[in-house]
């Protein structure tokens, strides 16, 4: 039986087109594109992950990936991967501003880490929102949820050289919305409070000049942002909660809108 270079490609595309997809996904996504991991690694779960999915994949044409159609069916999955990791990653992206705020409003602007999970300097307050919500993410099982999501996705998004929906951008663009009302919903309790503590120092100051306010007043500020943080974490997590299952409503929706 003699095989055309065409057919071969064709066959070639079956397992380049989901891995692109998963790739992608894997590049953004929070916790899987981490820095820390090696990007061996990384390539060593998206191979695995393309491997384990590849049996539930519906049919897929049989288009030569270096045609235009080709072109186009690869350009749309890795457009649908990426949107996938990065309706997550912005949830993350919420609680690294979050945490910013926070540190600027306690005085704790000036302590910046090198972030090892992005590899840029970061507030320190930003770090621990971060690792907070990476461990709530994990404790969710949204790693697996995610992996689900992405399953389904060939199911209700299969793969053909046809073009996606124009609602599909609106939803990425409307979700990136719930970053800064996400990382609102995060400084509020701590902006909150320092407010009324910043007012009741210059109620002080104005009532005696002569008081230095920056000697007394930042270790003051500081102690009570650091326990006002400690207080807030209950409300956090339930914030956290809520902006992780409308990611993986938005994640859902996508899938559904691009089709």
Excluded: K
Aim: hydrophobic share 60%; proline share 6%.
């Amino acid at each position: 039986m003699q095989i055309s270079s065409a057919e071969a490609a064709a066959w070639a595309g079956t397992f380049l087109w989901p891995l692109t997809r998963v790739a992608a996904m894997v590049l953004t996504a929070p916790v899987f594109s981490s820095r820390v991991t090696p990007r061996r690694v990384r390539l060593m779960v998206a191979l695995a992950l393309t491997w384990a999915i590849l049996p539930f994949v519906p049919p897929m044409p049989m288009v030569e990936p270096l045609s235009p159609a080709g072109l186009l069916v690869t350009a749309q999955q890795l457009l649908i991967g990426l949107s996938m990791g990065f309706l997550l990653r912005l949830v993350f992206g919420a609680l690294e501003l979050g945490g910013q705020v926070i540190a600027t409003q306690v005085g704790l602007g000036f302590a910046s880490l090198v972030d090892p999970q992005s590899g840029a300097q970061s507030a320190l307050l930003s770090q621990f929102y971060t690792l907070l919500g990476t461990l709530v993410f994990l404790g969710l099982n949204g790693h697996l949820m995610l992996i689900q999501l992405l399953a389904d996705s060939f199911t209700v998004l299969p793969v053909a050289p046809t073009g996606a929906d124009r609602d599909w951008l609106w939803i990425v663009v409307n979700w990136a919305g719930h970053m800064f009302a996400g990382a609102v919903l995060v400084a509020l309790p701590a902006i909150a409070s320092l407010l009324v503590v910043n007012m009741a120092f210059g109620v002080m100051v104005r009532a005696a000049p002569q008081l230095n306010i920056f000697a007394v007043g930042f270790p003051i500020t500081l102690i009570l942002g650091l326990l006002i943080i400690l207080y807030s974490l209950p409300n956090l997590m339930y914030q956290l909660n809520n902006l992780f299952s409308e990611a993986f409503r938005g994640i859902s929706q996508l899938a559904g809108g691009a089709g």
